[in-house]
């Protein structure tokens, strides 16, 4: 297994900034975080009701969950809980909702504000255990600045 490369998160996050001021402050958002060398898939999603819906993404194919009702597979686990989850491998959670042969590992971070999940930044990984707590970290304050445009989104 190759090692991971070295990330400037901090710098990833400088860009997510300048992207949240653009035209298209998701689609910029997803773009940066596509980015990472070991984020194979990157999607945000929105919380509609009791149901999950797809947004902006990059990855090299569409997932065919476009929608997950609340409470189901990791991101619905994540957005009932407000809580990160972390999967160091997929193949051992029966949870997962398997989208491409490829994926070890993933990460769900829910977007919050005022107490209330809105959505979530979804990622997946071809590499097992790909997410640190520095990604969580990285995630966690990403997730933060995108509450308020979720939340402008309703």
Same mark, same amino acid.
């Given at each position: 297994?190759?090692?991971?490369?070295?990330?400037? !998160?901090?710098?990833?996050?400088?860009?997510?900034?300048?992207?949240?001021? =653009?035209?298209?402050?998701?689609?910029?958002?997803?773009?940066?975080?596509?980015?990472?060398?070991? !984020?194979?898939?990157?999607?945000? !999603?929105?919380?509609?009701?009791?149901?999950?819906?797809?947004?902006?993404?990059?990855?090299?194919?569409?997932?065919?969950?476009?929608?997950?009702?609340?409470?189901?597979?990791?991101?619905?686990?994540?957005?009932?809980? =407000?809580?990160?989850?972390?999967?160091?491998?997929?193949?051992?959670?029966?949870? !997962?909702?398997?989208?491409? @042969?490829?994926?070890?590992?993933?990460?769900?971070? @829910?977007?919050?504000?005022?107490?209330?999940?809105?959505?979530?930044? #979804?990622? #997946?990984?071809?590499?097992?255990?790909?997410?640190?707590?520095?990604?969580?970290?990285?995630?966690?304050?990403?997730?933060?600045?995108?509450? @308020?445009?979720?939340?402008?989104? =309703?």
């Amino acid at each position: 297994m190759s090692e991971r490369v070295k990330v400037d !998160y901090r710098g990833l996050l400088q860009e997510i900034q300048e992207a949240l001021v =653009g035209e298209e402050p998701l689609e910029g958002t997803v773009e940066v975080l596509a980015e990472v060398p070991h !984020y194979t898939w990157v999607g945000i !999603y929105f919380l509609r009701g009791e149901e999950l819906v797809l947004g902006p993404w990059r990855g090299p194919a569409p997932t065919q969950h476009v929608r997950i009702p609340l409470g189901v597979g990791i991101c619905g686990a994540a957005a009932r809980s =407000g809580k990160t989850e972390i999967v160091d491998d997929v193949t051992s959670d029966p949870r !997962y909702l398997a989208c491409f @042969p490829s994926t070890r590992a993933e990460i769900v971070v @829910p977007i919050v504000a005022e107490g209330r999940v809105l959505g979530e930044i #979804d990622i #997946d990984s071809d590499l097992p255990a790909a997410f640190t707590e520095e990604d969580r970290k990285f995630l966690e304050e990403v997730a933060r600045l995108l509450a @308020p445009r979720l939340k402008e989104a =309703g």
